[in-house]
């Protein structure tokens, strides 16, 4: 297979992936998998994962405009999902934190991914899952390098 052939399949694997992620979500029965929607689940995976943090801390953490995690984070604290605190290190600033809620609901979402995922991959080999998640995990390392060096978030 050409490079430009393998280059159109990954173009297209990764469209199909996203549409297939998203409609995954909305048309499952089970609640915690549908609790939060893909805006909400990253912000609050990455503070559980690095604690609070300066909302332009975050947005660089997750390759994003300033501007659009201060709406998704004003929604979250709306819902009661983070709450704002003042930052310890800067006692002028404020930092996000993921409230007990809003931990507890991501870790339901992760649970039931996790659960989808074991019955979707139940025919892959140990190696096989290994293999996958590591080549996810450097394609979108990548890729958040590519977009950084461009100085463009999305």
Avoid at 20 to 27: I, K, P
Avoid at 56 to 82: C, E, F, H, P, Y
Avoid at 107 to 125: C, F, H, I, M, N
């Amino acid at each position: 297979m050409s490079d430009d052939a393998v280059l159109g399949t990954i173009e297209t694997q990764v469209a199909m992936l996203m549409r297939l992620g998203e409609a995954t979500r909305r048309s499952t029965g089970v609640q915690p998998h549908r609790a939060l929607d893909r805006a909400a689940y990253v912000i609050l995976r990455q503070l559980q994962q690095d604690g609070p943090l300066n909302v332009s801390v975050l947005a660089a953490a997750l390759n994003l405009d300033g501007s659009t995690v201060t709406r998704q984070v004003t929604a979250l604290q709306k819902d009661a999902l983070i709450e704002r605190r003042a930052d310890p290190r800067d006692g002028r600033g404020t930092v996000v934190a993921a409230t007990p809620l809003g931990l507890e609901q991501v870790e339901a979402v992760r649970r039931a991914r996790r659960v989808l995922y074991g019955t979707v991959l139940q025919k892959y080999s140990d190696a096989e899952k290994r293999e996958l998640a590591e080549a996810l995990e450097r394609f979108n390392a990548a890729l958040a390098e590519h977009m950084r060096s461009r100085g463009r978030t999305v």
